[in-house]
């Protein structure tokens, strides 16, 4: 069975997926690596994960000792993750990533992760200045936001129009980039197949391309220093031809 892209929204595609995410997307143990090594222990650290998914990392650095918050934007994600990892130290909850300030108490976080390639999914530039933002306001003094997100330069520049193919027992995930012409954004279409029953679920979504500069201002304007930004989480220096794009900031 076949679902087209043109009769499935975003809410829904994700919905259908929901099931499925930790095949599509397992654990990264560099994602946890990568934590572990901005802070000088977990213990009791109190973190919000923007855009958890299924919570797989946030289960697992609260396994290590930290306290947090997951948040992601579709029901069935959140509902799947508060199944799958119920914790005294780990809480779930549908919201928007542009709803924090006024959900959240301030100066409350020791860490706000967004990885993923999340925030390229905001509309417009303005929406991810006003998310900096207010992960400012939720970070406790000199809290850090921890950012992962693809490299546009490299994308844009090299006009790639693939990403690496993802094939396993369970899946089949295809993603493919329609590249825009000028400043416009990238059309994002993907193909999934489920290989126990063989349906196959495509959708279509448009993506902001944030460029590196550009994302280094916004940072900067909503006040954040001591900005690093890496190739992949095991924190090579970025620039060049390189498809992930790991960002640290300070507020």
Do not use: W
């Amino acid at each position: 069975m076949k679902k087209g892209s043109e009769e499935m929204d975003q809410e829904r595609f994700y919905s259908s997926i929901a099931n499925y995410y930790e095949h599509i997307f397992p654990l990264n143990k560099q994602q946890v690596e990568f934590v572990l090594s901005e802070f000088d222990s977990l213990e009791e650290l109190y973190f919000l994960d923007a855009g958890c998914s299924t919570g797989q990392l946030a289960n697992e650095l609260c396994q290590l000792g930290a306290l947090g918050i997951g948040i992601d934007l579709n029901s069935d994600m959140i509902s799947r993750a508060a199944s799958l990892f119920p914790s005294p130290s780990l809480s779930f909850r549908k919201m928007n990533m542009l709803q924090l300030a006024k959900t959240l108490p301030e100066h409350y976080f020791d860490a706000v992760i967004c990885f993923g390639n999340t925030i390229v999914h905001l509309d417009n530039i303005t929406q991810v200045k006003d998310f900096f933002k207010q992960a400012a306001t939720v970070l406790k003094p000199g809290g850090k936001l921890l950012l992962q997100l693809l490299n546009y330069d490299y994308i844009l520049d090299r006009q790639l129009t693939e990403l690496p193919l993802i094939d396993n027992e369970h899946i089949r995930f295809v993603r493919e980039y329609v590249l825009p012409k000028g400043n416009h954004k990238v059309e994002f279409k993907t193909r999934l197949t489920l290989k126990e029953t063989g349906e196959t679920l495509e959708n279509s979504t448009l993506l902001l391309p944030v460029r590196k500069n550009e994302l280094e201002k916004l940072l900067i304007l909503a006040g954040f220093s001591n900005l690093h930004f890496y190739a992949n989480f095991a924190k090579a220096p970025a620039g060049g031809d390189h498809l992930p794009l790991v960002v640290t900031g300070e507020y």
